[in-house]
């Protein structure tokens, strides 16, 4: 029998050479757009998360903030968007990273987080763990905690788990997948 989590799988979409030569890169537009692999995959998320001692959610643009809205809902916690380079208007922290495919900066409100708040993160995916590292970073800065991350899909052979597992932070994530 197949669990639920090979039946998600089903739902993501490979598209070759996205967004340059040699990225397997895993579609997750194929599975939100059917809304029940998507309440299936946020359940799941939420039974984890149920279990978890925390403040508030903290979400990186933009496909991470997909799944943190409505598991903010679900658990009650409050939202906090990490963003891209320049799209945030008030008062900032910053931090600069090496991407899978190119640099990128993630920026935070400096009134997102309050000192000691224990901070989940979420994003749709982990690679080599460079983003997720760099939010972590942020929410440090913020004077925050993290108190895990967790993601829809875990490119397990590109070593980002380990990364941040070997940094002490708590990793969950729902699919597995190779990165190539
Ligand atoms: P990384 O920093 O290498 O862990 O990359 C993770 C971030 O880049 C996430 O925000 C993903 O959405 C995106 N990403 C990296 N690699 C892929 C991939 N192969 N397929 C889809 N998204 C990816």
């Known amino acids: ?7 998600l799988k089903n739902y993501i979409r490979d598209i070759e050479n996205f967004p340059e030569q040699g990225i397997l890169f895993r579609d997750i537009t194929t599975l939100i757009k059917n809304e029940e692999a998507f309440k299936e995959t946020i359940n799941q998320m939420t039974n984890i998360l149920d279990k978890l001692d925390f403040d508030k959610i903290a979400s990186i643009e933009s496909r991470g903030f997909v799944f943190a809205a409505p598991l903010s809902f679900n658990l009650s916690k409050p939202l906090v968007l990490m963003r891209k380079k320049n799209k945030l208007p008030a008062e900032k922290y910053s ?12 920026e935070i409100h400096k009134d997102s987080i309050n000192s000691k708040d224990k901070v989940i993160i979420i994003d749709d995916l982990i690679a080599t ?9 942020l929410v440090e800065k913020s004077g925050g905690e993290v108190a895990g991350f967790i993601f829809a899909i875990n490119l397990f052979d590109l070593g980002g788990k380990e ?3 070997k940094k002490g932070y708590k990793i969950f994530s729902i699919m597995d997948f190779p990165g190539h």
Do not use: N, Q, R
């Not at 931090?95 to 993630?106: I, N, R």
């Open 1 to 7: 029998m197949m669990s639920s989590t090979d039946h």
């Open 95 to 106: 931090v600069d990273f090496e991407l899978e495919y190119g640099k990128a900066t993630l």
């Open 129 to 137: 763990g460079g983003t997720a590292e760099a939010a972590a970073k």
């Open 163 to 165: 990364l941040l597992e």
